[in-house]
């Protein structure tokens, strides 16, 4: 764990108790003596260090030791089109995209994805919470919504598609937005009105689920 999120951060002292304590103390298994770093949600961007002076029966002293201005994000900025697929599918790899290093996931309502699908956002930034936490990363991932394809490409109009062609994804690729489709791909119909983007395949025989698509995509251009 490379930082924990609690909203006093940066005070001179922080008492902790209920559910962080027993993290800290059950899970983690922290003792007096030890360093622990703190952000808090107001300002994630500030690394706060204390040291574990007390534990009680169900609380823990910190005193601060320092704070200072660290940012950790990914070198490069993605942008994923993700057409709709299952929110537990999605639950499952986005703390992977996370700690990758994508920017940003427009999730698009495309003509396979199943209209039940419906996405808890606020369960969406508790996964990526302890992403962040496990990871280093400093910033949420951006996650947004779109209609249909064709009102994301018309906002996006330089979006490389992933899809069955010839063309290959290289290394060293340097993409700005990536759309890729649910499971059973792009319709007839999406697929024509897709033919003027540029598109291109992971160097694979084998047909990948929409998830492993979106985070082999992800990783070959942000890594």
């Known amino acids: 764990m490379i930082y924990t999120f ?3 951060a940066g005070q001179s002292s922080l008492h902790v108790k209920g559910e962080l304590y027993k993290y800290l103390i059950k899970v983690r298994r922290h003792s007096e003596g030890d360093e622990l770093c703190f952000r808090s949600h107001n300002n994630i961007q500030t690394l706060h260090t ?3 002076l007390h534990v009680e029966h169900r609380a823990v002293k910190l005193s601060l030791i320092s704070s200072k201005h660290k940012e950790l994000k990914a070198q490069k900025a993605l942008h994923v089109g993700w057409c709709l697929i299952d ?3 999605i639950e499952k790899v986005l703390p992977s995209l996370c700690e990758i290093g994508v920017e940003k996931i427009t999730f698009i309502t495309c003509d396979r994805s199943q209209k039940n699908f419906k996405l808890d956002f606020k369960r969406l930034k508790r996964i990526q919470e302890a992403s962040m936490q496990q990871s280093g ?3 949420f991932v951006e996650i947004s919504t779109c209609r249909d394809i064709k009102s994301f490409i018309e906002e996006y109009p330089d979006t490389k598609v992933f899809d069955f062609c010839e063309n ?3 290394d060293g690729a340097n ?3 990536v759309l ?3 499971e059973g791909g792009f319709s007839n119909n999406e697929r024509e009105f897709l033919k003027t983007q540029e598109s291109f395949r992971l160097k694979t ?3 990948l689920r929409s998830e492993s698509a979106v985070l082999a995509v992800s990783s070959k251009i942000l890594l």
């Open 137 to 139: 990363r400093t910033t």
């Open 205 to 207: 025989p084998m047909v």
């Open 175 to 177: 993409f700005q937005t």
């Open 50 to 52: 204390y040291k574990l």
């Open 87 to 89: 929110s537990k599918s």
């Open 6 to 8: 609690c909203d006093e």
């Open 168 to 170: 290959s994804l290289e």
């Open 180 to 182: 890729v489709g649910c």
